[in-house]
Protein backbone atom coordinates (compact mmCIF):
# COMPACT_ATOMS: atom_id res chain seq x y z
CA UNK A 1 0.00 0.00 0.00
CA UNK A 2 2.75 2.34 1.00
CA UNK A 3 4.69 1.82 -2.57
CA UNK A 4 1.20 2.36 -4.31
CA UNK A 5 0.77 5.43 -2.32
CA UNK A 6 4.14 6.36 -3.93
CA UNK A 7 3.98 5.83 -7.06
CA UNK A 8 0.74 7.52 -6.96
CA UNK A 9 2.22 11.00 -5.47
CA UNK A 10 5.16 10.81 -7.59
CA UNK A 11 2.68 10.42 -10.80
CA UNK A 12 1.01 13.57 -8.80
CA UNK A 13 3.96 15.65 -9.26
CA UNK A 14 5.30 14.12 -12.54
CA UNK A 15 1.42 15.82 -13.77
CA UNK A 16 2.10 19.09 -11.89
CA UNK A 17 5.51 19.65 -13.42
CA UNK A 18 4.07 18.97 -16.80
CA UNK A 19 1.41 21.60 -16.19
CA UNK A 20 3.91 24.16 -14.89
CA UNK A 21 6.11 23.68 -17.75
CA UNK A 22 3.39 24.04 -20.49
CA UNK A 23 2.27 27.48 -18.73
CA UNK A 24 5.54 28.17 -18.77
CA UNK A 25 5.58 27.56 -22.58
CA UNK A 26 2.72 29.50 -23.52
CA UNK A 27 4.31 32.42 -21.67
CA UNK A 28 7.19 32.37 -23.79
CA UNK A 29 4.88 31.44 -26.77
CA UNK A 30 3.16 34.70 -26.13
CA UNK A 31 5.71 37.00 -25.13
CA UNK A 32 8.38 35.53 -27.23
CA UNK A 33 6.79 33.92 -30.59
CA UNK A 34 3.79 35.64 -31.44
CA UNK A 35 5.08 38.44 -33.70
CA UNK A 36 5.96 35.85 -35.36
CA UNK A 37 3.89 33.06 -35.68
CA UNK A 38 0.07 32.67 -35.63
CA UNK A 39 -0.62 30.69 -32.54
CA UNK A 40 -4.43 31.02 -32.76
CA UNK A 41 -5.62 30.73 -36.41
CA UNK A 42 -7.08 30.83 -38.70
CA UNK A 43 -4.34 30.64 -42.09
CA UNK A 44 -4.40 33.59 -44.49
CA UNK A 45 -6.87 34.29 -46.46
CA UNK A 46 -5.19 36.45 -48.89
CA UNK A 47 -1.87 36.32 -50.76
CA UNK A 48 -1.04 39.59 -49.03
CA UNK A 49 -1.07 38.43 -45.81
CA UNK A 50 0.56 35.13 -46.87
CA UNK A 51 3.10 37.37 -48.11
CA UNK A 52 3.73 38.97 -44.87
CA UNK A 53 3.77 35.46 -42.95
CA UNK A 54 7.26 35.65 -40.74
CA UNK A 55 7.02 32.08 -39.63
CA UNK A 56 4.92 28.67 -39.86
CA UNK A 57 1.75 28.98 -38.19
CA UNK A 58 1.77 27.21 -34.82
CA UNK A 59 -2.07 26.88 -34.19
CA UNK A 60 -2.46 23.18 -34.92
CA UNK A 61 1.70 22.31 -34.01
CA UNK A 62 0.61 19.77 -31.90
CA UNK A 63 -1.80 17.47 -35.04
CA UNK A 64 1.95 18.59 -37.51
CA UNK A 65 5.32 18.48 -35.92
CA UNK A 66 7.24 15.32 -33.60
CA UNK A 67 8.21 16.57 -30.11
CA UNK A 68 11.15 15.17 -29.76
CA UNK A 69 12.27 16.60 -33.19
CA UNK A 70 11.10 20.43 -32.07
CA UNK A 71 13.25 19.98 -28.66
CA UNK A 72 16.35 19.73 -30.70
CA UNK A 73 15.49 22.19 -33.02
CA UNK A 74 14.00 25.14 -30.64
CA UNK A 75 17.86 24.54 -29.19
CA UNK A 76 19.79 24.54 -32.58
CA UNK A 77 17.44 26.04 -35.12
CA UNK A 78 18.58 25.85 -38.71
CA UNK A 79 16.48 27.45 -41.54
CA UNK A 80 13.93 24.85 -43.34
CA UNK A 81 13.25 26.84 -46.17
CA UNK A 82 15.95 28.19 -47.62
CA UNK A 83 14.80 31.22 -49.02
CA UNK A 84 11.98 31.84 -46.16
CA UNK A 85 8.55 31.57 -45.90
CA UNK A 86 8.16 33.51 -49.13
CA UNK A 87 10.56 33.07 -51.77
CA UNK A 88 9.77 36.16 -53.60
CA UNK A 89 10.94 37.87 -51.08
CA UNK A 90 14.42 36.45 -50.45
CA UNK A 91 15.57 35.89 -54.19
CA UNK A 92 17.82 37.92 -56.16
CA UNK A 93 18.69 37.45 -59.88
CA UNK A 94 22.05 35.10 -59.99
CA UNK A 95 24.59 33.77 -62.52
CA UNK A 96 22.31 30.88 -62.88
CA UNK A 97 19.16 31.88 -62.14
CA UNK A 98 17.35 32.77 -58.76
CA UNK A 99 19.85 33.06 -55.87
CA UNK A 100 18.96 33.64 -52.07
CA UNK A 101 19.76 37.09 -51.01
CA UNK A 102 20.23 36.63 -47.18
CA UNK A 103 20.69 39.85 -46.25
CA UNK A 104 16.30 39.75 -46.05
CA UNK A 105 16.69 36.84 -44.00
CA UNK A 106 17.02 36.65 -40.13
CA UNK A 107 18.27 33.68 -37.82
CA UNK A 108 15.70 31.84 -35.79
CA UNK A 109 16.78 32.11 -31.63
CA UNK A 110 18.00 28.90 -30.11
CA UNK A 111 16.48 28.30 -26.46
CA UNK A 112 18.51 26.47 -23.79
CA UNK A 113 17.35 23.36 -23.44
CA UNK A 114 14.52 23.48 -20.29
CA UNK A 115 12.81 26.59 -22.48
CA UNK A 116 12.77 24.48 -25.44
CA UNK A 117 11.16 21.79 -23.54
CA UNK A 118 8.47 23.74 -22.28
CA UNK A 119 7.72 26.02 -25.84
CA UNK A 120 7.20 22.28 -27.04
CA UNK A 121 5.21 20.62 -24.09
CA UNK A 122 2.75 24.12 -25.24
CA UNK A 123 2.96 23.49 -28.87
CA UNK A 124 1.95 19.91 -28.52
CA UNK A 125 -1.36 21.06 -26.83
CA UNK A 126 -2.39 23.10 -30.14
CA UNK A 127 -4.32 20.56 -32.21
CA UNK A 128 -6.43 22.91 -34.44
CA UNK A 129 -7.88 20.98 -37.51
CA UNK A 130 -8.20 18.00 -35.93
CA UNK A 131 -10.95 17.22 -38.59
CA UNK A 132 -7.86 16.73 -41.38
CA UNK A 133 -6.16 14.21 -39.37
CA UNK A 134 -7.15 10.44 -39.43
CA UNK A 135 -5.17 8.47 -37.09
CA UNK A 136 -3.52 5.58 -38.42
CA UNK A 137 -3.34 7.26 -42.17
CA UNK A 138 0.01 5.99 -42.82
CA UNK A 139 0.51 2.40 -42.82
CA UNK A 140 4.62 2.32 -42.13
CA UNK A 141 6.60 0.84 -44.89
CA UNK A 142 9.54 0.96 -47.14
CA UNK A 143 10.38 2.52 -50.77
CA UNK A 144 13.49 2.79 -52.65
CA UNK A 145 15.04 5.81 -52.77
CA UNK A 146 15.29 5.58 -56.42
CA UNK A 147 11.51 4.89 -57.07
CA UNK A 148 10.67 7.50 -54.33
CA UNK A 149 12.97 9.91 -56.59
CA UNK A 150 11.03 9.18 -59.47
CA UNK A 151 7.95 9.63 -57.92
CA UNK A 152 9.18 13.07 -56.23
CA UNK A 153 10.88 14.36 -59.61
CA UNK A 154 9.80 12.28 -62.82
CA UNK A 155 5.90 12.15 -62.01
CA UNK A 156 5.21 14.98 -59.55
CA UNK A 157 8.02 17.66 -60.36
CA UNK A 158 7.82 18.24 -56.83
CA UNK A 159 11.97 19.02 -57.17
CA UNK A 160 11.45 22.08 -58.55
CA UNK A 161 10.52 23.45 -55.01
CA UNK A 162 12.14 20.95 -52.92
CA UNK A 163 15.48 20.25 -51.87
CA UNK A 164 16.23 16.47 -50.85
CA UNK A 165 19.61 16.73 -49.89
CA UNK A 166 21.55 19.90 -48.53
CA UNK A 167 21.63 22.25 -51.38
CA UNK A 168 19.92 19.85 -54.25
CA UNK A 169 16.20 20.85 -55.52
CA UNK A 170 14.21 23.86 -55.27
CA UNK A 171 14.28 26.79 -53.11
CA UNK A 172 10.69 27.88 -52.66
CA UNK A 173 9.35 24.96 -50.46
CA UNK A 174 10.73 23.67 -47.35
CA UNK A 175 13.38 21.13 -47.58
CA UNK A 176 11.86 17.31 -47.73
CA UNK A 177 15.38 15.65 -46.00
CA UNK A 178 14.12 16.06 -42.55
CA UNK A 179 10.85 15.50 -42.89
CA UNK A 180 10.26 12.78 -41.57
CA UNK A 181 12.04 13.48 -38.33
CA UNK A 182 10.14 16.69 -38.24
CA UNK A 183 6.62 16.10 -39.27
CA UNK A 184 3.98 13.32 -38.05
CA UNK A 185 3.19 11.17 -41.06
CA UNK A 186 -0.88 10.89 -40.53
CA UNK A 187 -0.06 14.92 -41.02
CA UNK A 188 1.96 14.42 -44.27
CA UNK A 189 -0.76 12.40 -45.65
CA UNK A 190 -3.65 14.95 -44.63
CA UNK A 191 -1.79 17.61 -46.10
CA UNK A 192 -0.38 15.88 -49.07
CA UNK A 193 -4.00 14.86 -49.79
CA UNK A 194 -5.23 18.72 -49.46
CA UNK A 195 -2.78 21.86 -48.86
CA UNK A 196 -5.45 24.38 -49.32
CA UNK A 197 -7.57 22.81 -46.91
CA UNK A 198 -4.89 23.50 -44.22
CA UNK A 199 -3.42 26.82 -45.99
CA UNK A 200 -5.87 28.02 -48.86
CA UNK A 201 -3.21 30.35 -49.99
CA UNK A 202 -0.66 28.46 -49.99
CA UNK A 203 1.29 27.96 -53.55
CA UNK A 204 1.58 24.08 -52.77
CA UNK A 205 -0.24 22.87 -56.06
CA UNK A 206 -2.88 19.44 -54.87
CA UNK A 207 -1.91 16.60 -57.10
CA UNK A 208 -4.59 14.63 -56.25
CA UNK A 209 -2.72 11.77 -55.27
CA UNK A 210 -3.97 8.41 -55.04
CA UNK A 211 -3.84 6.65 -51.55
CA UNK A 212 -0.97 4.32 -53.15
CA UNK A 213 1.19 7.48 -53.81
CA UNK A 214 0.41 9.44 -50.21
CA UNK A 215 2.00 6.15 -48.82
CA UNK A 216 4.89 6.38 -51.36
CA UNK A 217 5.47 9.72 -50.31
CA UNK A 218 6.24 9.39 -47.09
CA UNK A 219 7.99 5.95 -47.62
CA UNK A 220 10.36 8.29 -49.81
CA UNK A 221 10.86 10.85 -46.66
CA UNK A 222 11.41 8.37 -44.33
CA UNK A 223 14.29 6.46 -46.46
CA UNK A 224 15.48 10.39 -47.67
CA UNK A 225 16.06 10.89 -43.32
CA UNK A 226 17.93 7.93 -42.83
CA UNK A 227 20.26 8.10 -46.05
CA UNK A 228 20.44 11.95 -46.42
CA UNK A 229 21.87 13.90 -43.26
CA UNK A 230 20.92 17.93 -42.82
Request: with cysteine; proline share 6%.
Amino acid sequence: MIRIKRAFAIALLSLSASASWAADGEAMLSSQCASCHNLTGPAPATLQALRERKGPDLFYAGNKYKAQWMVQWLQKPQRIRPAGMFYVNHVKDGAEGDAIDDGGLTAHPALAAAAAQAVTDALMQRKARDDLIRAGAYTPGTLSKSMGEMLFDKFRGCLACHEIEPGYGGLSGPEVYTAAARLQEDYIVSYLRDPQAWDPKIFMPNRHLSDSDLQKFVHYFRALGQEVKP
